[in-house]
């Protein structure tokens, strides 16, 4: 081979190596941002967390407390039963027992 196609050659070997550590520069400047955004992320998670947790922990501070109600409602029902059996009972037995007479 001549001179001048081995420094042809040559010309083309740089001008392939100078590429390449383009190419490798860009590469590793890619890698640099995929950790930054996987770090980002990491991030963004763990605040959307400590959101949530804060959140719910506010929503149990707001919520009223039910119990009162509760209480209240139940006391009326209680209530409402007694009722309810002082006047049925004396009705289902008048029932049973007209209905044991026409049979006898």
Do not use: C, W, Y
Request: glycine share 2%.
């Amino acid at each position: 081979m001549s001179e001048e196609g081995l420094a042809a050659v040559e010309t083309r070997l740089t001008s392939v190596e100078r590429r390449l550590a383009s190419v490798d520069t860009r590469l590793i400047s890619i890698e640099l941002k995929q950790d930054d955004l996987h770090r980002e992320i990491h991030d963004l998670r763990h605040d959307m967390h400590v959101l949530h947790e804060d959140t719910i922990s506010n929503i149990r501070v707001l919520a009223p407390d039910f119990a009162p109600i509760r209480r209240e409602f139940t006391a009326a029902d209680s209530s409402l039963r007694e009722d309810i059996d002082r006047r049925l009972i004396p009705l289902e037995a008048i029932a049973r027992k007209r209905h044991r007479r026409p049979g006898r």
